[in-house]
């Protein structure tokens, strides 16, 4: 079991950018971690993932290029770096984990088992 908490998000002009911080309740070596989000009428979607060891990271395209995700294992925690925020990227954004071993880092939310409350990151125009 873990607790996630999200912290970070905010009121940004289009153009700015937000640092997303997800800080886990204890330490695990197995531990995947990702961010979702979801935007008002719309289905949670996959951001971005990174493997337990921060070796491997995933994007979904619409983000690749501005944002970063990053993992610092000995504070337990896991960061996102958005970038050239956009409209379309204001939704909530939800820390997601799992536990074990992949080839591949997984994009579907089905798969997460542990999740944060979610904060909210509004990107005006």
């Known amino acids: 079991q873990v607790q996630l908490v999200e912290s970070g998000g905010g009121l940004v002009q289009a153009g700015g950018s937000l640092r997303l911080s997800c800080a886990a309740s204890?330490?695990?070596?197995?531990?995947?971690m990702a961010w979702f989000r979801q935007a008002p009428g719309k289905e949670r979607e996959f951001v971005a993932g990174?493997?337990?060891?921060?070796?491997?990271?995933l994007y979904a395209d619409s983000v690749k290029g501005r944002f970063t995700i990053s993992r610092d294992n000995a504070a337990n925690a896991v960061t996102l770096q958005m970038n050239s925020l956009k409209p379309e990227d204001t939704a909530v954004y939800y820390c997601?984990?799992?536990?074990?071993?992949?080839?591949?880092?997984?994009?579907?939310?089905?798969?997460?088992?542990?999740w944060g409350q979610g904060t909210q990151v509004t990107v005006s125009s």
């Open positions: 204890n330490r695990s070596f197995r531990r995947y």
């Open positions: 990174i493997s337990d060891d921060g070796a491997r990271t």
């Open positions: 997601a984990a799992y536990y074990g071993q992949r080839a591949t880092i997984a994009k579907t939310d089905h798969d997460y088992p542990y």
